[in-house]
């Protein structure tokens, strides 16, 4: 949340050059606030898993938000009961004349295939395209973030000589950006993908922008310059132990896999893992629905994603 201090108070202009959010204290004085309204499009085979995950960034922070879980109703899961489904997932036809202050799109392990191969692309590009006008802020995580930047502006991906697996080192790039305030200078990820988008491709749109990237793992964080489209081409939201479960999944598979990089001490499966992106990984999902849903959306909700009237 802003800190609130006189306008006049010499540490407000050096607090907002260290990138730190300062609210006026007229602007502080004129909110109107009411509970955020967000939908969670769960496009993973292990629902619970990754609903639990995402729910947990979102709990740790001290704005009421009410959540929607939202499933494709072209395509059959497979790995989560039905009962849990019919009990807490709506679909898109019962939400399609709502409106959201923020939509999250999940990633799913479909990437190998082409977009329009994936059963449930068509309804996915319905639910992308009614989000221009129904959604003020997105958020799209891993193969989400490769379908949303592909759907909405046209960017590519391209199949790696081998799966981008493990945790890796980041570096912002865009360090005034409010997506990472607080961000350390090097803070890690974790990734876990077939395929990849380049740099190149996202800086030669001039609706895009680059905000944090890896040597080794490449562009970790995009967004829209209109601030309505996020794209995070990582798992923030993984929890420690996510990693070896999938690792020990394929090797028992009979899958030729590496180990995970970076994330075993001496890169040894036998050893617990090292959790070192927790702290980075709330502070995405805090300042994403702080300063792009919170702070900026329309208190009447019907108008959340109306661009033309903000």
Known sequence: MPIRIPDALPATAALESENIFVMT?????????RPLRVLLLNLMPTKITTETQILRKLSNTPIQVEIELLQTASHDSKNTAAEHL????????EVRDQHFDGLIITGAPVERLEFEDVDYWPELCEI????????HSTLHICWGAQAGIYYHYGVPKYELPAKMFGVFPHEVVKRTSPLVRGFDD???APHSRFTEVRAADIEAHPDLEIIAVSDEAGVYVAKSTDSQNFFVFGHPEYDRDTLKAEYDRDIAKGMDMAVPAHYYPDDDPAREPVSNWFSHAQLLYTNWLNYYVYQTTPYDITRAGDREGE
Request: proline share 0%.
């Open 25 to 33: 204290e007229h602007r502080a004085m004129h909110q109107d606030i």
């Open 128 to 135: 992308m395209e009614w989000s221009k006008t129904h959604v």
């Open 186 to 188: 090097v803070f890690c």
């Open 86 to 93: 019919e009990a807490f997932y709506t679909t898109f036809d």
